[in-house]
């Protein structure tokens, strides 16, 4: 078994058809040979979410076949030529994950309104250009799953996939047992649900406490508000694990690639037809060089993907088209 990676063989029959959820992910089904929606086509490709792609085309971005969209209700097929800001999409090349180790300090966007220092910045220069898996708030750290495939990232997030996000969360304070059968029951604050979470206490020194929290649907910053509502501040925020991904002893800031047979094997991701041909074709280029910078982020095992190079699109404000 690979690092980073828990194994789901042996486990029971429920536990296993969580991931029965991912089949499909990254084939060439009769959808894709026949056509598929524009935004699923451009999320397969690593630009953006589904939801991000319909904001570009309603923004005046997107054009198939050199005649501007007007609706994201939209079929195309692989013989379609799809432009963003008048510049042809990558191919869809075979999904890729990645984990990686981040630090505090760092916003999970690709850009940030308020100017501050973004997960994608700090990546590597060899990496494609990648989106994440859901999101880690800007003090928090550990495991952030990165992928080139935004519908595979679609798919990891959905709660209906059940997979487990576990952390360590460094409390100040004492909980006892009664506040940890509060969590499994759910909490309703400021009329929101929150949905039923396993707490552990794990240790307690000085004026802190050590918890091992254990959720499968993340809504944003859920954890600090729920120990906040029970009176616990949280001064440490630690993701370990993400379904069947740990973080293990991988270090921080540092990335490695999942191997595609584990994402075969323990997602259900089916082996891409390029694959065989060495993926020779069709393979996005590294993202380049943004920017002199002093300092470089240590890489474990990164891998490269060299090819030709080839400008990389990036998100900006949506503007409303002039009717």
Same mark, same amino acid.
């Given at each position: 078994?690979?690092?980073? !990676?828990?194994?789901?063989?042996?486990?029971?029959?429920?536990?296993?058809?969580?991931?029965?959820?991912?089949?499909?992910?990254?084939?060439?089904?009769?959808?894709?040979?026949?056509?598929?929606?524009?935004?699923? #086509?451009?999320?397969?490709?690593?630009?953006?979410?589904?939801?991000?792609?319909?904001?570009?085309?309603?923004?005046?971005?997107?054009?198939?076949?050199?005649?501007?969209?007007?609706? $994201?209700?939209?079929? !195309?097929?692989?013989?379609?030529?799809?432009?963003?800001?008048?510049?042809?999409?990558?191919?869809?090349?075979?999904?890729?994950?990645?984990?990686?180790?981040?630090?505090?300090?760092?916003?999970?966007?690709?850009?940030?309104?308020?100017?501050?220092?973004?997960?994608?910045?700090?990546?590597?220069?060899?990496?494609?250009?990648?989106?994440? !898996?859901?999101?880690?708030?800007?003090?928090?750290?550990?495991?952030?799953?990165?992928?080139?495939?935004?519908?595979?990232?679609?798919?990891?997030?959905?709660?209906?996939?059940?997979?487990?996000?576990?952390?360590?969360? #460094?409390?100040?304070?004492?909980?006892?047992?009664?506040?940890?059968?509060?969590?499994?029951?759910?909490?309703?604050?400021?009329?929101?649900?929150?949905?039923?979470?396993?707490?552990?206490?794990?240790?307690?020194?000085?004026?802190?406490?050590?918890?091992?929290?254990?959720?499968?649907?993340?809504?944003?910053?859920?954890?600090?508000?729920?120990?906040?509502?029970?009176?616990?501040?949280?001064?440490?925020?630690?993701?370990?694990?993400?379904?069947?991904?740990?973080?293990?002893?991988?270090?921080?800031?540092?990335?490695?690639?999942?191997?595609?047979?584990?994402? #075969?094997?323990?997602?259900?991701?089916?082996?891409?037809?390029?694959?065989?041909?060495?993926?020779?074709?069709?393979? #996005?280029?590294?993202?380049?060089?943004?920017?002199?910078?002093?300092?470089?982020? $240590?890489?474990?095992?990164?891998?490269?993907?060299?090819?030709?190079?080839? $400008?990389?699109?990036?998100?900006? $404000?949506?503007?409303?088209?002039?009717?």
């Amino acid at each position: 078994m690979a690092p980073g !990676v828990l194994d789901i063989a042996g486990r029971p029959a429920h536990y296993r058809r969580h991931y029965q959820h991912l089949r499909g992910v990254g084939s060439m089904s009769t959808e894709n040979s026949q056509g598929e929606r524009i935004a699923k #086509r451009m999320a397969r490709a690593g630009l953006c979410s589904r939801r991000e792609a319909e904001r570009w085309i309603e923004a005046g971005r997107v054009s198939v076949n050199g005649k501007l969209l007007e609706t $994201p209700a939209f079929t !195309v097929t692989p013989e379609d030529k799809i432009a963003v800001d008048g510049k042809d999409i990558p191919e869809v090349e075979r999904p890729r994950l990645w984990r990686y180790h981040k630090p505090p300090g760092l916003v999970t966007s690709h850009k940030d309104e308020k100017g501050r220092d973004t997960v994608f910045d700090k990546l590597p220069e060899d990496l494609p250009r990648v989106i994440s !898996v859901g999101r880690l708030d800007l003090n928090s750290e550990g495991l952030l799953l990165l992928t080139n495939d935004g519908e595979l990232a679609r798919k990891l997030e959905l709660p209906t996939t059940g997979w487990k996000r576990k952390y360590r969360v #460094r409390v100040h304070g004492h909980p006892n047992e009664a506040d940890m059968a509060r969590l499994v029951k759910g909490l309703t604050i400021e009329g929101i649900r929150y949905g039923a979470i396993e707490g552990t206490i794990d240790s307690t020194k000085g004026a802190n406490s050590w918890l091992t929290i254990s959720l499968r649907e993340g809504k944003n910053r859920e954890i600090r508000k729920v120990l906040e509502h029970l009176g616990y501040q949280v001064t440490r925020l630690i993701r370990i694990s993400y379904g069947p991904m740990a973080l293990g002893d991988l270090p921080a800031s540092a990335v490695e690639e999942v191997r595609s047979k584990i994402l #075969r094997d323990q997602m259900g991701v089916e082996k891409f037809e390029e694959e065989q041909a060495g993926l020779d074709k069709g393979q #996005r280029p590294p993202r380049g060089k943004r920017g002199d910078r002093s300092k470089k982020t $240590p890489v474990v095992n990164s891998p490269s993907a060299k090819s030709g190079k080839r $400008p990389t699109l990036k998100a900006k $404000p949506a503007t409303r088209r002039k009717s």
